[in-house]
């Protein structure tokens, strides 16, 4: 996590992530992975990152709960449903952008700081 050490606004883009296994890792060794990324990023300051996400992927929003990321920029509806569910987690949250089309009824979790 070398871009969470600069002393400067970082902005990260997350554009078509898929997490998944390869075809010689089993189900158990993902899941290890996947913690050990969640506990790298967990162990750095990300008040200063922006992270742009246009990915619907509930397993990016599970790794992220619990981060001190800044900002969070979310591009599509999908992906604002999803990251409802950590919004309240977020422990260093100033801002968030819903960059979508929104229509009928839509609920989001947001944290009362926010």
Same mark, same amino acid.
């Given at each position: 996590?070398?871009?969470?050490?600069?002393?400067?606004?970082?902005?990260?883009?997350?554009?078509?992530?898929?997490?998944?296994?390869?075809?010689?890792?089993?189900?158990?060794?993902?899941?290890?992975?996947?913690?050990?990324?969640?506990? #790298?990023?967990? &162990?750095?300051?990300? &008040?200063?990152?922006?992270?742009?996400?246009?990915?619907?992927?509930? #397993?990016?929003?599970?790794?992220?709960?619990?981060?001190?990321?800044?900002?969070?920029?979310?591009?599509?509806?999908?992906?604002?449903?999803?990251? &409802? #569910?950590?919004?309240?987690?977020?422990?260093? +949250?100033?801002?968030?952008?819903?960059?979508?089309?929104?229509?009928?009824?839509?609920?989001?979790?947001?944290?009362? +700081?926010?």
């Amino acid at each position: 996590m070398l871009l969470s050490s600069l002393d400067h606004h970082v902005k990260c883009e997350l554009w078509d992530v898929v997490l998944q296994s390869n075809e010689e890792a089993g189900g158990n060794e993902l899941y290890s992975h996947l913690l050990h990324l969640r506990s #790298e990023i967990l &162990s750095h300051d990300m &008040s200063n990152m922006q992270i742009l996400v246009k990915t619907d992927s509930k #397993e990016l929003f599970e790794i992220l709960r619990d981060t001190s990321i800044g900002i969070l920029d979310l591009i599509t509806a999908d992906s604002a449903s999803l990251a &409802s #569910e950590i919004f309240h987690t977020l422990n260093r +949250l100033t801002k968030l952008y819903l960059r979508a089309t929104y229509t009928g009824r839509c609920d989001l979790k947001l944290p009362g +700081l926010l």
